[in-house]
Nanobody, 124 residues
Framework: QVQLVESGGGLVQAGGSLRLSCAAS????????MGWFRQAPGKEREFVAT????????YYADSVRGRFTISRDNAKTTVYLEMNNLRPEETAVYYC?????????????????WGQGTQVTVSS
């Protein structure tokens, strides 16, 4: 079992940057593949980025590749999402997730553990 708590969301202007953090507790983080997802009002929760247990593999949604960076610090049991050049359409609740496998994954149903989410609002 692992508990996840996201932080770092807020209000930012279009073109700005934010860094989200996901603090994990309960079990050693380094056995889990991790992911970030987001959900805008009235829309499905969608994949943003994923990272393997040691950070050696990362994958991104096409819409964020080149602007977002996922990383992890297993010693601090924390996963990060650095977001640059944010767009108004990226306003959403951002969720951190962990899966019971060290591999990364893009499918939502691959993840067993979810945080409560952090709101990101991008103004135009």
């Amino acid at each position: 079992q692992v508990q996840l708590v996201e932080s770092g969301g807020g209000l930012v202007q279009a073109g700005g940057s934010l860094r989200l953090s996901c603090a994990a507790s309960g079990r050693a983080l380094n056995i889990y593949g991790m992911g970030w997802f987001r959900q805008a009002p009235g829309k499905e929760r969608e994949f943003v980025a994923t990272i393997s247990w040691n950070g050696g593999e990362t994958y991104y949604a096409d819409s964020v590749r080149g602007r977002f960076t996922i990383s992890r610090d297993n010693a601090k049991t924390t996963v990060y999402l650095e977001m640059n050049n944010l767009r108004p359409e990226e306003t959403a609740v951002y969720y951190c997730a962990a899966r019971a496998s060290p591999r990364p994954a893009m499918a939502r149903d691959e993840y067993a553990y979810w945080g409560q989410g952090t709101q990101v609002t991008v103004s135009s």
